[in-house]
């Protein structure tokens, strides 16, 4: 039962990268998802989520407009399209879980099932 993010990499400022968040052991149907980013000596903050109950979606001001999240549930996977990519968004990328609400937010201790990381590097 776990949570497993990838898609990471060194991508010059401007390029793009999709990140994804696969489950394998339980169900993404109806689950409010979140990527969080941790950058080195930053807290770790949230980025974007999607909610179980109606799909909708909410963005870190600091990257409105470039990232977008989506799910597939065929897949069981969610996705985050990081375009733009700038300096600033170097960070180790985390996807969480939250089994109880019904709608997402940023706050870390409402997600009780977490991923490993994937390193994204913006730099030229």
């Known amino acids: 039962v776990q949570l497993q993010a990838s898609g990471g990499g060194l991508v010059q400022p401007g390029g793009s990268l999709r990140l994804s968040c696969v489950a394998s052991g339980f169900d993404l149907t109806g689950l409010s998802i979140a990527w969080f980013r941790q950058a080195p000596g930053k807290e770790r903050e949230g980025v974007s989520c999607i909610s179980g109950y109606d799909g909708s979606t909410e963005y870190a001001d600091s990257v409105k407009g470039r990232f977008t999240i989506s799910g597939d549930n065929a897949r069981n996977t969610v996705y985050l399209q990081m375009n733009s990519l700038k300096a600033e968004d170097t960070a180790v990328y985390y996807c969480?879980?939250?089994?109880?609400?019904?709608?997402?937010?940023?706050?870390?201790?409402?997600?009780?099932?977490w991923g490993l990381g994937t390193q994204v590097t913006v730099s030229s």
């Open positions: 969480a879980a939250d089994h109880w609400r019904d709608f997402c937010s940023f706050h870390l201790y409402e997600y009780d099932r």
